[in-house]
Nanobody
Framework: QVQLIESGGGLVQAGGSLRLSCAAS????????MGWFRQAPGKEREFVAA??????FTGESVKGRFTISRDNAKNTVYLQMNNLKPEDTAVYYC????????????????WGQGTQVTVSA
């Protein structure tokens, strides 16, 4: 069993930055595929980014602005979000899975509770 706890969300003006954290317990993040998804009201859950042992995947809508990274010593995954836009407003979820297949779909084994990110115009 893997427990994931997100933090770092909040309210920011357009053009600003936030860094989300996902602290994991129960398994080592370097042994898992760790992903970030987001869900805005009335919309489907959207893939943001994922990191495997040696590869990083980034969603098209955030490419060039968001960066996923991992700190093995802290067993934590981060999502650095720069140049935020109002359309980035959503609840952001951290997720984990054991196999590096279908990583852009919400087909993950474990999920955090989510953290709200609100970007004002």
């Amino acid at each position: 069993q893997v427990q994931l706890i997100e933090s770092g969300g909040g309210l920011v003006q357009a053009g600003g930055s936030l860094r989300l954290s996902c602290a994991a317990s129960g398994r080592t993040v370097s042994d898992l595929v760790m992903g970030w998804f987001r869900q805005a009201p009335g919309k489907e859950r959207e893939f943001v980014a994922a990191i495997g042992r040696r590869t990083i995947f980034t969603g098209e809508s955030v490419k060039g602005r968001f960066t996923i990274s991992r700190d093995n010593a802290k067993n934590t995954v981060y999502l650095q979000m720069n140049n935020l836009k109002p359309e980035d407003t959503a609840v952001y979820y951290c997720a984990a899975k054991q196999t590096i297949v279908f990583i852009t779909t919400p087909n993950y084994d474990f999920w955090g509770q989510g953290t709200q990110v609100t970007v004002s115009a």
